[in-house]
């Protein structure tokens, strides 16, 4: 799994880009041997309450891409939020794709 992260309109520190590694370690686990590609992209959106933005893209083969956003006024919480729900999000695709692959109906 390659993944990328992007940071716009604020400084990518260490202690952030750890703990964005350690959540997609953790989240991404059970599936990261079908995903071929995550991009991370982070801003500052332009608001007086400093609000994070955290957008997940998730590129699984031959399939469309997953992309998941979450906003919160603490970076840590949207990549938090955002990584989760992706992750979600990506097993209950790969777990339909098993179903329809061994001819089974949902």
Not at 10 to 25: C, G, H, P, W, Y
Not at 48 to 66: D, F, N
Not at 94 to 103: D, E, S
């Amino acid at each position: 799994m390659q993944t990328t992260i992007h940071s716009n309109d604020f400084t990518l520190t260490d202690a952030l880009e750890n703990f964005i590694k350690q959540q997609v370690s953790q989240s991404m686990a059970k599936c990261s041997d079908k995903i071929e590609s995550l991009k991370i992209r982070l801003k500052d959106v332009n608001d007086p309450k400093q609000v994070k933005e955290c957008s997940v893209e998730v590129r699984l083969a031959h399939q469309a891409p997953i992309v998941v956003s979450k906003r919160s006024d603490n970076a840590y919480a949207s990549i938090r939020e955002a990584v989760s729900r992706a992750s979600r999000t990506t097993l209950r695709r790969v777990k339909k794709r098993r179903v329809k692959k061994a001819g089974l109906q949902l």
